[in-house]
Structure formats: structure tokens, C-alpha cells
């Protein structure tokens, strides 16, 4: 498995807290690894006991057919060889005659070495009486200029009120990370923050900023929020959920450094152990697959594959998982209680995206590699629409200034636009969409609407393209003209997330197979500014001149200093 970015989450400005804290390690903390280790224990004891059972059905035979261990040769048989001693040469023990130049009397070889006389504990020290010394600097009254390694570190770790945070959910050199970068719009400055080791590879991400009961008892009243661009601990909080080839989720603080443990993890490790694979034969010909579990109501058993956080009813965090089925989670209620609701009849195949109606926030939209789409009432599932697409889903958005209409990309590279109020219920029926896109020539994996500008959207694929499009509606006759703004490479490889900022109006974070993170200023494009500028007049947004070029890569360490005239953009 290469390197590679799967999916960007952005934080908005102000969220953030400014010092961030490490999460010391407490009783709760400890007896939760010790669980983990013991459930990781118990698998690895499982999984060799299947390797035994398929070696002895299979014969032990090796290869050519021979028993494994089938020598029934006595031990007795074989015997130890002694090492003989070896000659040694006893030629050094003659003293061999000087010669003319000869500074061996010299003794420079234990020049350096200490003697034992009291001239040699003196040094060159020998005539100062009363020398002495501090073992620490802080303790030394000549040494005015204190370190303070914790101050240093603070400082390096101060996130400002107008920073963005930037999550990436990256694989690098076969270990699982996060990745948190801060993003200084005014500066154009994009740096690493600080990492997260996981433990199986992320496939999406969601922020969200309920707060979750375990930390906010325990932690929340040392949370340095930096003022008053945060609010009350009791009320928001700063958090990643992630989703990943495990089928719990793993929510963290974004607030803490040094994590060891998630603050909440919904699903049951105990009852899932899904990286345990089941073979389903054990013939030395056959290929090793792993069988469908059985669903369960309470948590997934296969990979979470997307994630939503319903923005209205804060508490409430939607999945989708290759186990075909939709769950929702309550935050404010003990999971130990498991799922709030289980959707397991939408969707005959893994179920790639999902996502929360902005407007109506009991509304769910999802879409599964079964090629259909649904919209349905997480209240009354069973009285969904839907639609029949031409390929795999990849990504689903709802369009944030029409209450109804949402966009499908698919694994053709087309892009779908849909209206919730024209979808039939049966899907046998035909379901027409409002306009299609042939957006690019591979999987169209990104799709993102722009909250800041009407008819704005992003798209990005495995050609390597990430690209801008205008949707603008006919006054005359009331049909959408679509068309392309821009496009560009950005050396990602094939790119699987794209994001538009929280705050910037086009400004667009994307990542792929190369495991690098750009952001694409758009403003700077002469086609997106003629395109785009009437309506961020309207919007009351404005254009800033930037002198980056349009792309700004990660700085690297040495160059971290935000007012540094040195750019890192193409």
C-alpha cells in the first residue's frame, strides 16, 4: 500500500483552541489500552489457531510433497564441534629496536587519557581556587537568559484566531496518520501542526463541535480557548470523527496533543474484531476471503466508509459502512448503548456517502456502490426516493442554496444533478435528472458545492484534474447552463478529496495518491475572477490580491516563518 491523502477536513477560524493541551494519561485511559491489548491478544490467538488447523488439513506437506518435519534422524547422531583454539601470535611480545624518529617514548597514544595524580583532576584550572560549577543553567545566578523549553513549545503550538486548521487523513510509509496543518490566509502560509498515529487506515473524515461527555468532565476546564473567538466549553468543542477500515469509529479532540487513546469510540472492538480475516477454504490453492458478517443494529462490522454530522441537531453523527447498512449515532448518550438508529434495507451494497439535508435536518441523503441513490426521512425510512445511476456512487453533496436538489459524481466521471421533489419511490420507475456533467475521463472521487458563491462547485478524479464549474441559471428559460471555469493539475497523482474553506470564498484544499496537500487559491484564475466576481460583490466578499501564483504547498520546517517572502506555490 503506497502513500496517500484519502480525505481533508477543514476546522473554521476561531474554533480552535489557542494553546492546545497534552492529554496526560489517566486511570480510565490505562484500563481502556489494557482492554485493547487484550481484544488484540485474543485475535492474534484466534488467527494462529486457524493457521494451525489449515497446516494440519493440508497434510504438512511442503511443496514437493514431502512431510514438514518428517526427518526421524536420532539426535545422538549428530555432535557438537569444538572450536580449537586459535594460533596466537606472540610476536608483539618481542621488543623491537627504535628507530632513528622514533616518538613511541612519547606515550601519545594515552595522551588523553586521565591520570592519578592530583595536577591531572586540576586541568589547566590549577592556579583558580574556589572553581565551581552549576549542573543547571537555571540555577546559575551569571546566566541571565533563562530557556524555556515549555514556552518554546507553546509557542510553536499557538494556533491564532485567524488561522484555519486543516485535518488530512493520510497512509505514509504503511503507517495510518492524521495530519493537522494550520492555514494563514493573510500570509498564504500552510505548515504542519502535529500528528496522530492510528491504528488502521483512514478513509474519511467529519468535524464536528458537540462535545463529548468523557472529555468535557474531565478536561474541559483547563482548555485554553484564547478569548472570545471560542465558545463555552459546556456547549462546543473542537473534534475529528474518523472512519476507517476497522468498523468503529474514532472521535478525537483536536484540542489535545500526544493522544493516546480516542475520546469516544462508537461500535464494539469486543464483538467486531473484523481485522481478524475468515478464510473461507483452507486448500493451499485457494484464495483467502473474508465472510460477510452478520449486521448488527448496534455497530457496524465492516469498514465505515463516510461520515455527517448533522449541523442542526448537533448530537446526532450519520455513517456508512461496507456492511450495506446506514447507522445513526446519538453523542450525548452513553455508547456503550451502541447505534441510535440502524438503516439496513436502503442499500443492497456498501454504502460509499451520506449526508444530512441542510435545510430539513431529519433528511438523509445516501448513495452505494449498488448505483442508486436515496432520500429518505431518518424518522420514516421506509417512505424513501430514489434514483438509479449509471455507475458506482462516489460522492454525494446536497446544493446548499436549493433546498432540494443534491449532486452524484460516479465512478464514470460523471457528475448528476438531482431533485428530491421529482424522484420516484420505486425505483423500477424512471428517475430523470436535471443536468449531467462529463466531468473527467477516470472515477470522479471529489465533489464539493461552494457555501460562499451560488452555482459554484468542485470536482476532482483519478485524471488527475481538479476542476471548477459554473452551474447559472437560464432567466429566459429556466433551464441550468453549465460550464467549465478551470482546470488544473496540481501534482497530486489521482486525487480523492477536494474541499472548499469554511471562510475563504475560493480558496479549495485537495490531496490524492501522492500524500501531499495543496490549496488552490482560485481568485487567482482570470476566468474564475470574470466568472465569480459579480456574485462576491452581491455576497458583499471581495477579492485579495495574492502574490502566491494560486497553489500553496506545505512549508517545510525550515521555512516556517509566516512572514517569510519565499513561496512554496507552482
Known sequence: MGDLISSIAWVKRGVSARHPLKQPLNDTDIERIKEIAHIELEDARTELGRANAAAQSMGQRDEDGDDIGGDDEDDSAWVDEEDEPMDEDTTRELAAPRRNGDISKYNLDTYDEEGDGPASTLGPFTNINGLQFYRDNDDDPYITLKEDDDELEREENEVLPMDNILVTAIVEQNVPQLHFFVYDEATEYLGPHH?????????????????????????????????????????????????????????????????????????????????????????????????????????????????????????????????????????????????????????????????????????????????????????????????????????????????????????????????????????????PACFTIAAHDGAACALDVNPHIRGCIATAGTDKMVKIWNVQEDKVGGKRQVSLVAGRDLGLGEVFSAVWSPDDPLTLAAAGSKAKLQIWDVGTNFGARKVFGARLAEAGRALKEKKSGGVISVADDEEDDRGSDDDEDE
Not at 460477510?292 to 456508512?320: C, F, I, P, Y
Not at 430514489?386 to 452524484?408: K, L, S
Request: proline share 5%.
Open 195 to 431: 500528528d496522530l498515529l492510528l491504528s488502521s487506515m483512514p478513509l474519511c473524515l467529519e468535524w464536528l463541535d458537540y462535545p463529548i461527555s468523557s472529555t468535557t468532565s474531565s478536561n474541559g476546564d483547563a482548555m485554553d480557548t484564547g478569548g472570545d473567538a471560542a465558545s463555552s466549553q459546556s456547549q462546543f468543542g473542537n473534534y475529528i470523527a474518523i472512519g476507517t477500515l476497522d468498523p468503529e469509529i474514532e472521535v478525537f479532540s483536536i484540542d489535545h496533543l500526544e493522544t493516546v487513546y480516542p475520546d469516544a469510540v462508537l461500535g464494539n472492538p469486543k464483538a467486531t474484531a473484523a481485522h481478524v480475516p475468515e478464510p473461507a477454504g483452507t486448500g493451499k490453492k485457494k484464495r483467502k476471503k473474508t465472510k460477510h458478517r452478520a449486521a448488527s443494529e448496534k455497530h457496524h462490522v465492516d469498514a465505515v466508509l463516510t461520515l455527517s454530522w448533522n449541523r442542526t441537531v448537533r448530537q446526532m453523527l450519520a455513517s456508512g459502512s461496507a456492511d450495506r447498512t446506514v447507522k445513526l449515532w446519538d453523542l450525548s448518550r452513553d455508547q456503550k448503548e451502541g447505534a441510535f438508529r440502524s438503516f439496513d434495507k436502503l442499500h443492497k451494497d456498501k454504502v460509499q456517502a451520506v449526508q444530512w439535508n441542510l435545510a430539513e435536518p431529519a433528511v438523509l441523503l445516501s448513495g452505494s456502490y449498488d448505483r442508486t441513490v436515496r432520500v429518505f426521512d431518518s424518522r420514516a425510512p421506509n417512505a424513501s426516493v430514489g434514483a438509479v445511476v449509471g455507475a458506482d456512487v462516489e460522492a454525494i453533496r446536497w446544493d446548499p442554496w436549493d433546498n432540494h436538489g443534491f449532486y452524484v459524481s460516479l465512478e464514470n466521471g460523471m457528475v448528476v444533478n438531482f431533485d428530491a421533489r421529482t424522484l420516484p419511490s420505486d425505483l423500477d420507475q424512471p428517475s
